[in-house]
């Protein structure tokens, strides 16, 4: 995990917008520099994923409103999803894959291309903050506490709070400490459509 939140820590987004192959996500969020495993047995999201294996490896990950839809269109995901790296595909059975997915960066949808694999127009969504001196502040302060967890629990690893202090961006820490720690579902959704970083780190409650 310390090696995926580096490695995506140094991953910027392209500008503008970009045509992307999308994977619902029925209950899960994925944030930017965190690894998710997934079991992908939809038949539309396998053919997304074989799309975009074909291409450049990444897929854009956007969580379902309802998880009960079992055939979501576009009109029933967030608006904001996660651009993701797929780091590995393992087949479990006949029509069941078991995926490994990094997060890189924010997007958010604008049109949709087709419904079947499910492809869109996305926005890239590029951090922002109101002032760049508090959220370095907010992110010292994060630092600090996640630092005193894992002294007080015992159950964060030292490689986290190493590689999580190693990333500049207030933001991509945010996301790091949501993706990492126990976050649940819709709290990470909120986290994802947030802007400024400064309102993120305060929203987490590492202010």
């Known amino acids: ?55 450049d490896h990444q897929i854009f990950l956007v969580s379902q409103k309802d998880p009960a839809q079992e055939e979501p269109s576009v009109a029933d995901l967030h608006q904001v999803g996660t651009v993701a790296r797929i780091i590995q595909t393992v087949p479990v059975r006949e029509g069941m894959m078991k995926v490994l997915v990094e997060g890189l960066y924010r997007a958010r949808i604008v049109s949709t291309i087709t419904d079947d694999p499910l492809s ?13 001196v508090e959220a370095q502040a907010l992110r010292h302060a ?32 945010a996301d790091a400490l949501a993706g990492n720690l126990e976050t649940a579902a819709p709290e990470r959704q909120s986290l994802l459509e947030t802007q400024p970083v400064e309102k993120r780190l305060a929203q987490r409650g590492f202010d």
């Open 1 to 55: 995990m310390p090696e995926a939140i580096d490695r995506a820590s140094r991953t910027a987004g392209p500008a503008g917008r970009v045509v992307l192959d999308v994977l619902p996500l029925k209950d899960g969020v994925l944030l930017p520099t965190v690894l998710m495993p997934l079991f992908v047995g939809r038949a539309r999201s396998l053919a997304a994923l074989r799309g975009a294996m074909a291409r």
């Open 120 to 132: 869109v127009n996305a926005e890239v969504v590029v951090d922002r903050t109101d002032s760049d």
């Open 142 to 173: 994060a630092l600090e506490r996640l630092g005193a967890l894992g002294k007080i629990s015992g159950r964060i690893p030292d490689g986290l709070v190493a590689a999580v202090a190693a990333i500049a961006e207030p933001g991509r820490v």
